[in-house]
């Protein structure tokens, strides 16, 4: 890699051209436009190198167990944001079409290490972690890394939305799967008409581990996410799903004949509210 990072070390050719004709130093044009000429080829025959090894390398090799951020990743981002940084000024539009394929050739790596993994919720989490750590070292950059920075965002926020999708399914697998099945998001009407044998043994078997659950839930997050601001960000989104998805299990109760039998048998939403005020404290 230091070879491809090599120029820019430098200050980019071009870069150097501008500082000269801000300076009103015309006399080293020649020098530097051959240098340009010289090092711009190298530079662009090693970038493509860099890329083509990214997407032919072995994943199987290189895959860590773990779903924290992976160090070619971070390399990867270290590197481009230098290059963003070195090339504000100049604005080269080459060598911006050269990071857009080296973004597109670190993608498809991300997407074959996550493949490794043997569930969905772990490869949404460690391409979730990765994206963070990306965001983290763009902010570094400032204004230039902004519109590589919001890529990113995007990649984050879709992955975290899948990934509490897995975490719930998880631990609250019976009472996401009745409400997505069951009721609408209006409260109002059904997409499968529910009977009272359909709704008992989940809201009983919610009754029994909502409170074991929801720690579990809290610690795995806790552990597994590398970025505390992320690990919050999950935990909220999730817990607000939570408390969502089950105030429509408790208007469900209350519409259905034979419901009211159920009562005794519901958590009420400030029980859980307060449950969840307390992990958040703790966040």
Known sequence: MSSVAG????????????????????????????ALIYLWPRFKTVFDMYIQSLYQCDAK???????????????????????????????????????????????????????????????????????????????????????LRRYFEEKLESNLVSFVDELLMEYFGDLIKFVKNHISEDLISYTECPNIADVEPVVKNFAVKWRT???????????????????????????AQLLNDYNRLSECVKMIPGGPSLNRNLVSITSISYEIRKYSRTL
């Open 7 to 34: 120029p820019g070390y430098c200050r980019w050719p071009q870069g150097s051209v501008l500082v000269m004709s801000n300076r009103r130093l015309p006399c080293l044009d020649t020098y530097l436009d051959k």
């Open 61 to 147: 090799m290189l895959w860590v167990d773990g779903t924290h951020p992976h160090h070619i990743v971070r390399c990867y981002m270290e590197f481009t944001a230098s290059l963003v940084q070195l090339n504000a000024e100049c604005g080269d539009g080459q060598l911006d079409m050269s990071l857009k394929r080296l973004r597109l050739a670190v993608d498809d790596l991300l997407v074959r290490f996550a493949e490794k993994f043997a569930t969905k919720k772990l490869q949404h989490l460690f391409l979730l972690n990765n994206c963070d750590m990306a965001i983290s070292i763009l902010k570094e950059a400032g204004e230039e890394a902004k519109e």
């Open 213 to 239: 659950n929801l720690e579990l839930m809290h610690n795995e997050v806790v552990t597994c996410c590398s970025n505390f601001v992320s690990g919050m960000a999950i935990l909220k989104a999730a817990m």
